[in-house]
């Protein structure tokens, strides 16, 4: 289904601002995306308050704008992995 699509690109896009803050060339790159996707998903995750923008220069930063996200996706990652493992 297309939600679950897009579900996943946000979940790609979760996990590579997990690890470093990125900008949208970095994180099209990452995610396999074009820049205007990713653009455009980033201004959804960041009114839903999941990221935040940091601008240096010309270049905007993204990162997760809370540490708990993180750690939740991270729950979410190792229980995917622990049900796998249980089958």
């Known amino acids: 289904s297309n939600s679950s699509a897009a579900s996943d690109v946000y979940k790609?896009?979760?996990?590579?601002l997990?690890?470093?803050?990125m900008c949208?060339?970095?994180?099209?790159?990452?995610?396999?995306?074009?820049?205007?996707t990713v653009s455009h998903q980033l201004r959804s995750?960041?009114?839903?308050?999941?990221?935040?923008?940091?601008r240096q220069g010309k270049?905007?930063?993204?990162?997760?704008?809370d540490n708990k996200i993180n750690d939740i996706l991270l729950c979410g990652v190792?229980?995917?992995?622990?049900?796998?493992?249980a089958n």
């Open 12 to 16: 790609r896009q979760i996990s590579a």
């Open 18 to 21: 997990a690890i470093s803050r």
């Open 24 to 36: 949208v060339t970095d994180l099209a790159d990452v995610c396999r995306m074009n820049q205007t």
């Open 45 to 54: 995750l960041k009114s839903m308050g999941i990221v935040e923008s940091e």
């Open 59 to 65: 270049i905007v930063f993204y990162r997760l704008a």
């Open 78 to 85: 190792e229980f995917v992995g622990y049900a796998a493992a």
